[in-house]
């Protein structure tokens, strides 16, 4: 089992950058691929993008592509979102997710407790 713990999250204008950060418990991290959800007010949760277990690997929904960028240091037990160009509708709770089983389509075996991004126009 892991326990995951997001962090980065806050108050941005449009047109900021934001770094988000999940850190995981345990010593077998570099075992799990990695993802991040999203889910806005009065929405579904949604995929935003996945890492495999070295990182070599990474796919994204259409709606962040070139704009967020997952990555990990497994040295670190953290897997990382960069978001980009923040615009208000990328306003949601972001959750980092685990599962040592599939990438593709990547869904969530292990979930954080999400962390809060709100961006302002």
């Known amino acids: 089992q892991v326990q995951l713990v997001e962090s980065g999250g806050g108050l941005m204008q449009a047109g900021g950058s934001l770094k988000l950060s999940c850190v995981a418990s345990g010593r077998t991290f570099s075992s799990y691929a990695m993802g991040w959800f999203r889910q806005a007010p009065g929405k579904e949760r949604e995929f935003v993008a996945a890492i495999t277990t070295s990182g070599g690997g990474t796919y994204y929904a259409d709606s962040v592509k070139g704009r967020f960028t997952i990555s990990r240091d497994n040295a670190k037990n953290t897997v990382y979102l960069q978001l980009n160009s923040l615009k208000p509708g990328h306003t949601a709770v972001y959750y980092c997710?685990?599962?040592?089983?599939?990438?593709?389509?990547?869904?969530?075996?292990?979930w954080g407790k999400g962390t809060q991004v709100t961006v302002s126009s």
């Open positions: 997710a685990a599962n040592s089983r599939t990438y593709y389509p990547f869904t969530g075996a292990y």
